[in-house]
């Protein structure tokens, strides 16, 4: 494990060593780092806020905002400085990724080999070599700390566990970029999807809880740790946060000037009922364990999505605000 640890550190030293003696380019660095005035003013409370506030050059991505702040704090307009940065992290990701691979198979050569393609493959240079694609090896850092999470809670199930891996993983790894979607993501709406997300996932519990009864223990050890109360609690607690979240999305001043309409909140009724909807087939008709194929297959939840789309398009495009 050891001498396969140094052998990867080695391979991106060789590779990326030159990196050092880079400076920066005129394609986005200029937005990113050394005309952004905010940025190069280093870590301080102002840029921080900033970060979480803007949709500067076509993105939200707070931590990679910071993560530029920072390197000027320790570096200054020194470009190595900030090329090294990107090396680290890809380390890391290298590291990271042969351990979780190792943890998975138990296979050490095999999986130094894999974690040796991700090091140098000629793909990974764009990301590496360029400080403004900072945002690619910090999404990747956060994803991989993710799959580590993901094999903590399957060799130690604990039902806390389970709810960072959903929630905690999603949240850091949309925080740290949105390379995955090619559109700007609000605070707001990063909310709404890991509160609609955990309420996806913790129906599913229930339902597998549940439906195997005094076998779920057996079938999936964390199902030990839960109880129907607990389960309950929390669903309960989720659905009300995500309908509050999507109200208040629906009235923030953000959301106002971006849409150019007031009208949006005349659209938590197909919301509610979208939630109500699901709640019932999953308490009264027990079912839940699949949430996508619910969703494909009950006629009132796929006409509600319909008329809500319907009508946040009608709203948007038909009666704005002059």
């Not at 780092?33 to 280093?42: L, Q, S």
């Not at 991505?61 to 920072?70: F, G, R």
């Not at 806390?160 to 979607?181: H, K, M």
């Not at 839940?288 to 709203?315: C, M, Q």
Request: hydrophobic content about 55%; glycine content about 6%; some cysteine.
């Amino acid at each position: 494990m050891l001498w396969i640890s140094l052998g990867l550190v080695a391979a991106n030293v060789v590779v990326y060593a030159a990196v050092r003696r880079h400076g920066f380019v005129n394609f986005d660095d200029p937005r990113y780092v050394t005309e952004n005035a905010i940025v190069a003013a280093g870590l301080t409370w102002r840029g921080v806020v900033w970060a979480f506030t803007a949709g500067y050059a076509s993105n939200w991505h707070p931590l990679t905002w910071m993560s530029h702040m920072l390197d000027v704090q320790l570096y200054g307009m020194r470009a190595g400085g900030h090329h090294l940065t990107n090396v680290l992290l890809h380390i890391a990701n290298t590291l990271l990724l042969f351990g979780a691979l190792h943890r998975m198979t138990g296979a050490a050569g095999r999986s130094g080999f894999v974690a040796a393609l991700f090091a140098v493959h000629p793909l990974h240079v764009e990301s590496v070599a360029w400080v403004a694609e900072r945002k690619d090896v910090l999404s990747t850092f956060f994803w991989m700390l993710t799959l580590w999470s993901y094999v903590s809670y399957v060799r130690q199930p604990r039902w806390n566990r389970y709810v960072l891996v959903v929630a905690g993983g999603f949240v850091l790894r949309a925080l740290a970029g949105t390379l995955a979607i090619d559109v700007e993501i609000s605070g707001w709406l990063l909310i709404c999807t890991s509160l609609l997300a955990l309420f996806l996932a913790l129906g599913k519990r229930r339902h597998e809880y549940l439906t195997l009864d005094a076998d779920a223990a057996h079938h999936r050890p964390i199902l030990a740790q839960y109880s129907a109360a607990l389960l309950d609690q929390m669903i309960a607690v989720v659905t009300a946060s995500t309908v509050t979240a999507y109200a208040l999305y629906t009235m923030s001043p953000e959301t106002v000037a971006k849409f150019h309409t007031h009208l949006l909140p005349a659209t938590l009724p197909f919301v509610l009922y979208g939630i109500f909807r699901y709640l019932y087939l999953l308490y009264q008709r027990h079912l839940g364990g699949n949430p996508s194929e619910l969703f494909l297959h009950d006629r009132a939840l796929l006409l509600n999505t319909l008329g809500w789309i319907v009508a946040v398009v009608a709203i948007i495009y038909g009666s704005r605000v002059e």
